[in-house]
């Protein structure tokens, strides 16, 4: 697996989580990253704090790192090259893929501790 390159977006995210049958909420930002996945037990969304209303089922202090890509959809481990080393520091991750890339968020106190341990896996991190 070669080393990446990821970038950290700027803002903090929330991931909600709202009942399957609910609509795509009209407060979500559409000029910025969300991810809207419905399953046939939630509807779960991950966009910017900010947006999120009080009474929102979500947990808040989210930041993202971005694999730079595009990655070739063949590749293989390219989670798993992350998330092991932050596994094994014990900071957790909530995983997003794309057509073009991966995102890996972790709980804002953890940030710099993240940022350390994938740069110490061999992968470069920059603002």
Known sequence: MPNLTLSILPDTFSICRLDPNERIP???????????????DELS???????????????????????????????????TSLAVPLAEARIGIFAISTFDTDYV???????????????????????
């Open 26 to 40: 009209d407060w979500l930002d559409a000029h910025s990253f969300v991810s809207i996945t419905r399953t046939a």
């Open 45 to 79: 969304i991950v966009c910017l704090d900010k947006d999120v209303p009080a009474e929102i089922n979500a947990s808040r202090g989210w930041r993202c790192l971005k694999v730079e890509g595009p990655l070739d959809l063949s590749l293989t481990g390219i989670l």
């Open 105 to 127: 968020l972790v709980k804002e106190q953890a940030l710099a501790d993240a940022i350390a341990v994938l740069e110490q896996a061999g992968h470069k991190v920059q603002a």
